[in-house]
């Protein structure tokens, strides 16, 4: 197969303004003002909850959401910080600082743009339904535990990593609860749930912002009135940083080496939960608009925009369903969308810096509050309980690692119970039939194919393989053999719906062909289709059995069986 860079890389940008008009770019302009408004509450609350900043939040909306749109492969992904990385970046810079992040952010660049690169767009996909509902369930979790300072406006210095101390902290402080902080986030989770019913158009989130901002700042007068806002916290720049390299803080004897293998795990998990969220979101986008992104061109402009963004004094990206979706409820059809969302977002940086330093941090706790509540996806729960116990066992202990331990942790064991419990059901869903003296073509049809029914000599037995014939069930021969109190002549085994042999599987029906044969037994297998029939020969199975006793079909395979019978009894 040659490897052509279009076939991997071709951004839907090029495609779609082939035929571009000026009603797609009134359209796309409309979507692209409301997208930007409303991705400016959540790129502030996600920097912030981060622990960098608002302005590290919303330039990394712009530069990250840029990249995406005119590098992608959907025309309506909308690319930007997301909740899901909150805690993962949190984590990061309270081990390793900015620096380490911004290594760390870049380093799962380079590893989304190889993900393109060797086309593994599609592997992303099989990570298990029950893992992604877990993590990010436990993410959710996690995010509303982190909100729980600003909402009571709790004077805590330090608040601790690990969930348990870090309610247990709570508690301890619960008599410091500022109530005018908490009446400010009551009432901004109030409007944002309120707005909807009154208009679908207008993000709640935003209504919230300007409404409570508004009012803070009149209270603010009042000495009696204690807010805490942006401003009081962070410095905000008047416009985008300039590009700069990140600082590294390296401890006696460290070496960059040293710190690269530290922070490969956490660069690691932000590449596949990026790989994951933007697939995801691109998927259901195609839902919607009846399109089909690349997958891997998606992966390359998500590396890109997590190579750049951290250039700039930004946090890792992916594409964000639900900005997403506003785009395409709004008209959005083209990456042209996204890039004025980036402008409206360069704007309220350029010009509205100032006054994002007046919101109450207590409100940007009630908006976080809600994107938790969305985020945790407790109807899939439900379902998953109402369905699959299993399944649910794998989407509680993911969701349970996530937020006792960490993002690493829970992928991999959620991955590992999925597989291993995958394996499990596989297995059982494999059995292995023993025909004593007749096999009837009609019981095992739907329909009645009115054949003759197929008569088993004396001395000869015939097992059937009913599935893949791996390391799961290469056991079950054992067990099978040992109910079977005579001893054939003959050992017919009819794989004709075998799919594939793994080396585990060849490696047991190597075995028991060797003990047939010490044992007189003639083994002849019956119905291999040409995918294991090429695992065998490169195997250089007919060695073992003779070419002639690997047969077609189950009448090809009796009458070898017979012609055996009849040769060993002329012999003697």
């Known amino acids: 197969m040659k490897f052509s860079i279009n076939s991997v890389f071709a951004p839907k940008i090029v495609s779609t303004l082939k035929n571009y008009t000026a009603s797609n770019l009134r359209s796309d302009v409309l979507a692209g003002v409301i997208v930007g408004i409303v991705a400016i509450p959540l790129a502030i609350a996600f920097g912030i909850a981060s622990g960098v900043g608002p302005a590290e939040g919303l330039i990394t909306a712009i ?10 492969g959907s025309r309506v992904q909308i690319g930007g910080p997301t909740g899901a990385f909150i805690i993962i970046v949190y984590g990061i810079i309270q081990q390793h600082g900015i620096g380490g992040l911004m290594i760390a952010t870049m380093m799962a660049g380079i590893m989304l743009t190889l993900m393109g690169f060797f086309r593994l767009g599609n592997v992303i996909k099989f990570v298990p339904y029950p893992v992604i509902v ?73 209504v919230a912002i300007l409404v409570i901002t508004a009012v803070a700042w009149a209270l603010k007068e009042s000495a009696a009135v204690r807010l805490t806002t942006i401003g009081d916290l962070y410095q905000l720049p008047e416009g985008i940083p300039v590009p700069k390299l ?87 059809r083209s990456p042209v969308a996204g890039i004025v969302h980036t402008v409206v977002l360069l704007l309220v940086l350029l010009f509205l810096g ?14 976080l509050i809600v994107v938790a509540y969305n985020m945790s ?21 993911t969701m349970i690692l996530t937020v006792v331990f960490d993002l690493t942790v829970a992928i991999e064991i959620g991955l590992l119970m999925a597989i291993v419990l995958f394996l499990k059901r596989t297995s059982e869903s494999v059995y292995i039939r023993h025909f004593h003296n007749e096999i009837n073509p009609n019981e095992e049809l739907d329909i ?24 799961g069930i290469a056991n079950k021969f ?28 060849l490696h047991n029906l190597e075995n028991l062909c060797k003990q047939s044969q010490r044992e007189g037994i003639k083994v002849v297998l019956s119905g291999v289709n040409d995918h294991v029939k090429t695992t065998l020969r490169n195997a250089h199975f007919e060695t073992l059995i003779g ?5 077609s079909n189950i009448n090809i395979a009796l009458a070898r069986a017979e012609a055996h019978i009849q040769e060993t009894a002329a012999k003697q």
């Open 63 to 72: 530069i990250a959401g840029f990249i995406v749109s005119l590098f992608g």
């Open 134 to 206: 877990g993590f990010t369930a436990g993410i959710a979790i996690t995010i509303f535990s982190t909100q729980m300072k600003d909402l009571f406006g709790l004077e805590i210095n330090q608040i601790p990593a690990n969930f348990i101390n870090k309610w247990r902290c709570y508690a301890e402080n619960i008599s410091g609860i500022n109530w005018w902080a908490l009446g400010v986030g009551a009432a901004s989770l109030g409007i944002i749930i309120l707005t909807p019913k009154i208009s679908k158009k207008i993000p709640g989130s935003l």
């Open 246 to 332: 990140p600082a590294l803080n390296l401890s006696e004897g460290q070496t960059f080496i040293d710190l690269i293998v530290q922070l490969f795990p956490s660069a690691f998990t932000i590449a596949m939960l990026g790989a994951i969220e933007s697939l995801l979101s691109a998927m259901v986008a195609d839902g919607v608009i009846g399109d089909k992104h690349n997958s891997n061109t998606e992966l390359i402009a998500q590396g890109i925009a997590n190579m750049a963004a951290p250039i700039f004094g930004g946090i890792p990206a992916t594409g964000a369903i639900a900005r997403t979706m506003t785009n395409i409820n709004n008209g959005g």
């Open 354 to 367: 100032k006054l994002v330093g007046y919101i109450p941090m207590a409100c940007l706790a009630g908006v």
């Open 377 to 397: 996806g407790w109807r899939s729960v439900v379902a998953l309980w109402r369905n699959q116990k299993t399944d649910f066992a794998v989407m509680l202990v």
């Open 448 to 471: 009645a194919l009115h054949e003759e029914t197929l008569h088993i000599a004396e001395g000869i037995e015939v097992y059937e393989i009913d599935g893949p014939y791996f390391f």
């Open 478 to 505: 054992d067990e099978i053999m040992k109910t079977v109190s005579k001893t054939p002549k003959v050992r017919i085994i009819r794989m004709r719906r075998v799919p594939f042999i793994d080396s585990t599987g």
């Open 547 to 551: 070419e002639d006793n690997i047969c």
